[in-house]
């Protein structure tokens, strides 16, 4: 894999990939170069076809404390022009991790403040300590998270997003929970164990049909409930019968047999 400064890229024998924010005496803050390796290290991920799922991680204590303060001083010092580009980048980096063919789980510790929560909604499922804390800080300093909030809104709804965005409460896992951000919450102590069941059972699925799933959940979404959408549903399910794994999946299950994928399944 791609060898990078401020996140690490990690992929198993099972082609579970887990991408590491790495910068934990930082608190795994953003800067640019980690929103550029971030995008270099999950286009490496969906370029390659052995990786079946994504797992987005944050060293040390916390998942990530949002925008570096160094960089926050220096982008105070950009015309707008520099300061566009700057969000450019962000926002390339949340329509990536949205995208991504693969199925992506993000998991939760500590802190997860601003853009960290953007990058928490752009996953498909997460996960997170009952003791996490998370907020949108960005109008304590005079800003909005405007890049992030399309998947913010997304991810919890457009009243709750008004809500913390506006008030830049903090709340903590078991909110997250109840508000949609997070799938489940854990104690800390047992983040990674539920972790691994996580992976063990996305990994009894097939990869084909999980990618195809994801493709057709993000058409699916925002579409109107028209004839375009009908056949694009009806053309989706017909292309996945007559796949390999499609055949396999529906052969095994008539045949009362594991399917191939699972086979190495320890």
Not at 89 to 94: A, T
Not at 246 to 263: C, I, M, V, Y
């Amino acid at each position: 894999m791609t060898d990078f400064t401020t996140v690490q890229l990690e992929r198993d024998p099972h082609g579970v990939a887990t991408l590491w924010l790495n910068r934990a005496d930082k608190n795994n803050a953003f800067n640019a170069e980690v929103i550029r390796e971030l995008n270099a290290a999950l286009a490496a991920v969906q370029a390659d076809p052995a990786i079946r799922l994504l797992v987005l991680r944050g060293r040390g204590k916390h998942f990530s404390a949002g925008a570096d303060l160094a960089w926050m001083q220096q982008s105070a010092k950009l015309d707008y022009a520099a300061n566009l580009n700057d969000a450019h980048e962000l926002g390339e980096l949340m329509h990536r991790l949205y995208h991504l063919p693969q199925p992506t789980l993000a998991v939760v510790q500590g802190a997860a403040f601003g853009g960290a929560l953007g990058l928490i909604a752009c996953c498909d499922m997460a996960i997170g300590a009952t003791d996490a804390l998370f907020c949108l800080s960005e109008v304590r300093i005079g800003l909005a998270p405007a890049v992030i909030s399309p998947f913010v809104v997304k991810a919890i709804g457009e009243r709750a997003t008004r809500r913390y965005a506006l008030t830049a409460e903090r709340f903590d896992g078991q909110r997250a929970r109840e508000l949609g951000l997070l799938a489940e919450c854990y104690p800390a102590s047992e983040l990674d164990a539920a972790l691994e069941q996580w992976v063990a059972n996305l990994r009894l699925n097939s990869p084909q049909a999980l990618k195809a799933c994801k493709h057709l959940l993000v058409e699916v979404g925002p579409a109107q409930l028209d004839d375009e959408l009908r056949q694009f549903t009806e053309q989706a399910i017909a292309t996945l019968r007559v796949s390999a794994e499609g055949q396999e999946g529906l052969n095994a299950f008539l045949d009362k047999r594991t399917p191939a994928w699972q086979e190495s399944q320890p």
